[in-house]
């Protein structure tokens, strides 16, 4: 029996019925779009299908290929004549930390605590810590063992852009062990805390330098280049 209509399939059986819709469904209904009806749609299949695998392995090697890392996030922008410039007010959430710690506490140049991009003298590389608020020191006798007392704390910006790889992390913790054996403790900040909970960081760094610490030598402190400076241990 031919098929050529609805009504010839609804003279069949309830299974042959349903056998037949499910193959017409397949084959695109009556008119059969999806079947070749001649020998040239045949080989215009043939033709299309063999592209198709010639182009597969391409396209897998696209989908598997390693998506090239994206560049580290610039705080310094460039004119269209090449002049570099900072944005200001600036968009980054850590100048908003740096301003109110100076405010608070003064800039080491003029006789307070705050430094930035500041060197620990000592280190395997030069690792620059962001802030770092360091009091003057003053000597002490514990038990008879002349010490100096002093308050300090060092802060580092912990956003994603610049420490979201494997080896940032691994220079994160070396950086912060460095600083640990020198004495000085380290207030991590992620970019949510400087947006979101600037009052409380700043409370956070007031408790921490309200806790005195002892340390066998006094340091002194010399700039380098335009915006950094070192602190070495005097002998």
């Known amino acids: 029996m031919r098929i050529k209509s609805a009504d010839d399939i609804n003279q069949l059986g309830t299974h042959a019925k349903k056998q037949i819709e499910a193959a017409l469904k397949q084959q695109g209904g ?17 033709t299309s299908t063999a592209s198709n695998k010639i ?22 922008m460039r004119t269209a004549e090449g002049l570099t410039y900072c944005p200001w007010p600036s968009t980054d959430p850590f100048v908003s930390v740096i301003q109110q710690l100076e405010a608070k506490y003064g800039r080491y140049d003029d006789g307070g605590w705050l430094l930035t991009e500041l060197i620990i003298d000592g280190g395997t590389k030069n690792w620059r810590f962001d802030i770092a608020l360091i009091s003057p020191f003053e000597m002490v006798d514990l038990h008879g063992q002349p010490m100096l007392l002093g308050y300090s704390c ?6 994603f852009g610049f420490h979201r790889s494997k080896d940032a992390f ?11 054996k020198q004495g000085f403790v380290v207030k991590r900040i992620t ?45």
């Open 154 to 159: 060092l802060v580092e910006a912990d956003g």
């Open 55 to 76: 182009l597969t392995p391409s396209v897998e090697a696209e989908k598997n290929a390693t998506p090239q890392q994206k560049a580290k996030p610039s705080r310094v």
């Open 191 to 235: 970019n949510e805390d400087a947006r979101h909970r600037l009052n409380e960081v700043v409370d956070d760094i007031e408790h921490i330098l309200s806790l005195p610490r002892l340390y066998n030598a006094n340091y002194t402190i010399n700039g380098k280049g335009r915006t950094q400076s070192v602190l070495r241990w005097e002998k």
């Open 170 to 180: 691994k220079n994160d913790r070396a950086k912060q062990t460095h600083a640990l």
């Open 30 to 46: 009556f008119n059969n779009q999806k079947r070749p009806g001649s020998i040239h749609d045949i080989k215009r299949s043939m």
